[in-house]
């Protein structure tokens, strides 16, 4: 491996990646100089409108932990996008569950359009939710999509060995529901696991399952010792919210992602001006507003990936006056990067774009 990296970088200089791409690619479509490639091996339907695909990474694929999102870029009609993903498999096999989102570009061609042979192209790994051998307990707390992280990390407590593991899990009706049979399984052979299906919207429920939003009745339910037990949470960012405030006093700890940016109401006043140093131009903004989406509504086309401040593929220079990180209300006027998809302009703002 060591004189296969060496040789690699005396060839650097005499390469043109693309064109080796091209060619190498007649071969194989997994064969690559450097671009971190993966073939869609297996596709299967997960639950109501949602779809796993299984991929066979080539040598350029970072390793995956369980609970990270995987950067994903596709060609749809000639343009290519990237989009977001926690693996629900991670190890020599790669997985990607996929729910179909209205008028999502990525996530319909991902769930309705990708074939087995189909290549996907992957970025670098990123995000902090981490399996803990340390950790005695858990509780996982999910809402539709938001079960993909959990997932790998539960396979991979499975794997290791028993730990005492609680799985709230929310979705509309049990048609919603995600490896609900691979969970049930899971559930029978470890005894430290116990899941909780909570519908929103399912007529008739069966034993184990419950109903309701978060609240402090259905935790104390189904968690009464929750005071010993790290939370990770992910869902809608109302929902991550919820949580969060739920067992901020209680929990061991608590770590969530919310696959949605948080509501936010404009700020009444004059809206700021915002000026794009490289090009130029000189934006009116809305008080309040995120940047990125008000960006776009005036004919930019910054870079973005994930659009709820984990990613940072958003992320540029603030080199003059005042933000406001959305995520946690802080404000920031020294030069630095922010996240476009999370931050708003508190002042008349100059970025590096």
């Known amino acids: 491996m060591a004189a296969s990296s060496a040789l690699k970088r005396l060839m650097n200089p005499l390469i043109d990646p693309a064109a080796f791409d091209f ?35 080539n040598r350029h694929v970072a390793p995956v932990m369980p609970g990270q999102h995987l950067p994903v870029t596709v ?14 498999q991670t190890g020599g096999r790669l997985a990607i569950t996929v729910k179909r989102v209205p ?31 340390s950790v005695p307990g858990w509780l996982f707390a999910a809402a539709g999509s938001g079960i ?13 060995g028993r730990v005492r593991t609680t799985l709230m899990y929310w979705a509309r009706t049990r048609a919603d529901l995600c490896f609900l049979p691979e969970l049930q399984q899971m559930a029978r052979d470890w005894p430290g696991l116990t899941l ?38 992910c869902g809608p960012a109302g929902f991550v919210g919820q949580l969060e405030r739920l067992t901020a006093d209680t929990a061991a700890g608590f770590l969530g992602e919310a696959f949605t940016p948080p509501e936010r109401a404009l700020v009444a006043g004059a ?28 004919g930019e086309s910054p870079a973005f990936g994930c659009r709820m401040g984990v990613c940072h593929t958003c992320a540029c220079q603030r080199l003059d006056g005042t933000s406001e990180d959305l995520l946690n209300g802080r404000q920031h006027s020294e030069p630095g990067m922010l996240r476009l998809c ?12």
């Open 23 to 57: 060619w190498v690619g007649k071969v194989s479509p997994l064969l690559s100089w450097e671009r971190p490639l993966a073939r869609v091996v297996a596709r299967e339907v997960s639950a109501r409108d949602t779809v796993t695909l299984v991929l066979k990474p």
């Open 75 to 88: 060609e749809v009609n000639g343009v290519r996008l990237t989009r977001q993903y926690s693996p629900t």
């Open 103 to 133: 008028g999502g570009a990525v996530s319909t061609y991902l769930n309705r359009d990708a074939r087995v042979g189909d290549v996907l192209e992957l970025g670098t790994p990123f995000g902090a939710m981490r399996d803990d051998p």
């Open 148 to 160: 993909t992280p959990l997932m790998s990390l539960l396979r991979a407590q499975a794997a290791r």
């Open 196 to 233: 909780i299906p909570v519908l929103t919207r399912e007529a008739d429920l069966v034993p184990g399952e419950d109903r309701g939003r978060p609240d402090s009745d259905l935790l104390a339910r189904h968690v009464p010792d929750l005071a010993t037990r790290q939370v990770y949470a």
């Open 271 to 298: 809206p700021v001006q915002v000026t794009l140093a490289r090009s130029g131009r000189v934006l009116e903004i809305p008080a309040g507003e995120a940047l990125l989406p008000a960006l776009e509504a005036r």
């Open 342 to 353: 999370v931050s708003a302009a508190r002042s008349h703002l100059t970025l590096d774009l």
